[in-house]
Structure formats: structure tokens, C-alpha cells
């Protein structure tokens, strides 16, 4: 290897070097062109100014309004979860799963998921959303049982 081989890849940029002289490309105005307000020092516009005319974001109309009070709180559980709280006296409802602080208490709505883990004892599940999955799964393990 000799010194004159080597070749080194920067990824600093050169810095345009502004008023030296007409060769350059950048000389006399130093790309500011000539006149008006962009060609002065200390110029500066706002964001969204268009020179006096009418802003497009005041132009346009407002529309919509989304309450946070009324957003939709969801949650989703997996079924293999619910298999480590479950007490076979309870059914398990919305109510059930706020007090063993699964979900928080915003919450409104839940469906139950399908894991990949095997249940082992049959849920009593009321006023939750289950997928199919959950149901075929619960029904087997029923079914096991009373054979």
C-alpha cells in the first residue's frame, strides 16, 4: 500500500465558501441575488407567511373534534393469562378482571385472545368479546371434561 493509493471516504460535505470572487460562482451577492427583503441581513419569516396574502391553514375551514372523554378504551388478554387468576366459583367479567387489576379502570371494553399455551381448566366467561380461537378452545376443554 502506498500513500498516494489510499482513499478515504468522508461524508463531510464542503462548506460553501460565499464572496470570493466572480469565479467561484458565489461571488458579489453571494447567491442572495439582488434586492429585497431575502437579500438583506438578519431576514427571517415566519413559518406559514405568504408574504400578506392569506395563510392556507387560516383559509381553509376547522373541522372535527375528537373528545378524549369519549375515546373508546379497549384491551386485548390473552387466554393464558386469565388461566393464572382463575377461581372456578367467579365468572369472569369486566368487573372481575378491574379487581385483580389485569386491566386498568378506564377500560370498557375487552376480548379475549387465543395463546399459544393450553388451558387446563374450562372459563366462565360473561359480557366479554372472545374469538373464535378462544371459543373452539373452551369447548374442547368442556368436552374433555365430561367424557
Not at 87 to 112: C, M
Not at 125 to 138: F, R
Request: proline share 2%; with cysteine.
Amino acid at each position: 500500500m502506498k500513500i498516494n493509493k489510499i482513499s478515504l471516504k468522508t461524508k463531510k460535505k464542503k462548506k460553501k465558501r460565499l464572496g470570493r470572487g466572480i469565479g467561484s460562482g458565489f461571488g458579489k451577492t453571494c447567491g442572495r441575488g439582488h434586492k429585497g427583503q431575502k437579500s438583506r441581513s438578519g431576514f427571517s419569516i415566519k413559518r406559514g407567511f405568504e408574504g400578506g396574502q392569506m395563510p392556507l391553514y387560516r383559509r381553509l375551514p376547522k373541522f372535527g373534534f375528537n373528545s378524549r372523554k369519549s375515546k373508546v378504551r379497549f384491551k386485548e388478554i390473552q387466554l393464558f393469562s386469565l388461566q393464572k387468576i382463575f377461581d372456578s366459583s367467579k365468572k369472569i367479567n369486566l368487573n372481575f378482571l378491574k379487581e385483580k387489576k389485569i386491566i386498568s379502570k378506564n377500560i370498557k371494553f375487552v376480548k379475549i385472545i387465543l395463546s399459544k399455551k393450553i388451558l387446563k381448566n374450562p372459563l366462565k366467561i360473561e359480557g366479554l368479546k372472545i374469538t373464535k380461537g378462544v371459543n373452539l378452545a373452551i369447548k374442547k376443554l368442556s368436552e374433555n371434561l365430561e367424557k
